[in-house]
T-cell receptor, first 110, second 113 residues
């Protein structure tokens, strides 16, 4: 089955609202990365977060290993936050390989 | 932050032709990767490469695919011959080690006609 599941699949917000994106995984975790994929397709790394909580501006990532989940919180959303948010799991082993979720498509309206 | 450059950004070729996608990874990185994303679908791992060798490849990495990085130049993905189902965006990535942050390029959109 799907090793990495993201929810919701899509989300529409009014500018200024907060968003909570979830990523659940079914295998062991070596690391978790969150990416933002622009509408044009390019990927931007947001967080490398194997455990605990990390902050970057309006973004917060929390990974709880024993619960096999990671979340991305966006506060005070802006229209420029629109795009797809991907989480990717590295389950460890000698070769680094990321397994991606299907993404959450976020649309922020003014 | 660190940049991975991919050349070209778009490539259109006829089915059966050969294509080479080029990637200039982050300068001190040692691990290199290719991922494939068909339009509207999930990003999927193709292959990783370290110390001049393929370390692991997925079932998507067909016999027609090959990778190399001759003498520290571009890390390349070659497809020969191409098929219609190879149409996708191919992303290159690099990292300094296993379990480290992967940095992705902007992708090459390949269209096979």
């Amino acid at each position: 089955g799907q090793q990495v599941q993201q929810s919701p699949a899509s989300l529409v917000l009014q500018e200024g609202e907060n968003a909570e994106l979830q990523c659940n995984f079914s295998t062991s975790l070596n690391s978790m990365q969150w990416f933002y994929q622009r509408p044009g397709g390019s990927l931007v790394s947001l967080f490398y977060n194997p455990s605990g909580t990390k902050h970057s501006g309006r973004l917060t990532s929390t990974t709880v290993i024993k619960e096999r989940r990671s979340s991305l919180h966006i506060s005070s959303s802006q229209t420029t936050d629109s795009g797809t948010y991907l989480c990717a799991l590295d389950s460890g082993g000698s070769n680094a390989k990321l397994t991606f979720g299907k993404g959450t498509k976020l649309s922020v309206k003014s | 932050g660190p940049k991975v450059l991919q050349i070209p950004s778009h490539q259109i070729i006829d089915m059966g032709q050969m294509v080479t996608l080029n990637c200039d990874p982050v300068s001190n990185h040692l691990y290199f990767y290719w991922y494939k994303q068909i339009l509207g679908q999930q990003m999927e791992f193709l292959v990783n490469f370290y110390n001049g060798k393929v370390m692991e490849k997925s079932k998507l990495f067909k016999d027609q695919f090959s990778v190399e990085r001759p003498d520290g130049s571009y890390f390349t993905l070659k497809i020969q011959p191409t098929a219609l189902e190879d149409s996708a965006v191919y992303f290159c990535a690099s990292s300094s080690g296993t379990g480290e942050t992967l940095y992705f390029g902007s992708g090459t959109r390949l269209t096979v006609l």
